[in-house]
């Protein structure tokens, strides 16, 4: 059974730091990615990593967030620093098992999605 399991949400202030864990099993991804998604709202691409390590990032998170991944432990990353009201929303890992050198913010991409992070941050 493929399952995609998150932790590490919560509640911070504003500049705070959280760091979100996506732990997979069942089998072996080779893509990743975070979205986010507020109540009533499309979701939207946060961080993405290649099979080779590329990363891309949305521009409102450039140089607060990081995305990393372990593959030997099959679990994927996501820091985030500076953390501001607006990034309040709950976080989904995403992942794929199909190779590609390209970092994709486009949840058309993958294929297994996790329940679910909720992140808030209040000024």
């Known amino acids: 059974q493929v399952q995609l399991m998150e932790s590490g949400g919560g509640s911070v202030q504003t500049g705070g730091t959280l760091r979100l864990s996506c732990e997979a099993s069942?089998?072996?991804?080779?893509?990743w990615a975070w979205f986010r998604q507020a109540p009533g709202k499309g979701r939207q691409g946060v961080a993405a990593?290649?099979?080779?390590?590329?990363?891309n990032y949305a521009d409102s998170v450039k140089g607060r967030f990081t995305i990393s991944k372990d593959n030997a432990k099959n679990t994927l990353y996501l820091q985030m620093n500076a953390l501001k009201p607006e990034d309040t929303d709950m976080y989904y890992c995403?992942?794929?098992?199909?190779?590609?050198?390209?970092?994709?913010?486009?949840?058309?991409?993958?294929?297994?999605w996790g329940q679910g992070t909720q992140v808030t941050v209040s000024s």
């Open positions: 995403a992942a794929t098992s199909r190779w590609s050198t390209a970092a994709i913010l486009w949840e058309d991409e993958y294929q297994y």
């Open positions: 069942g089998i072996t991804f080779n893509r």
């Open positions: 990593i290649s099979s080779h390590g590329t990363t």
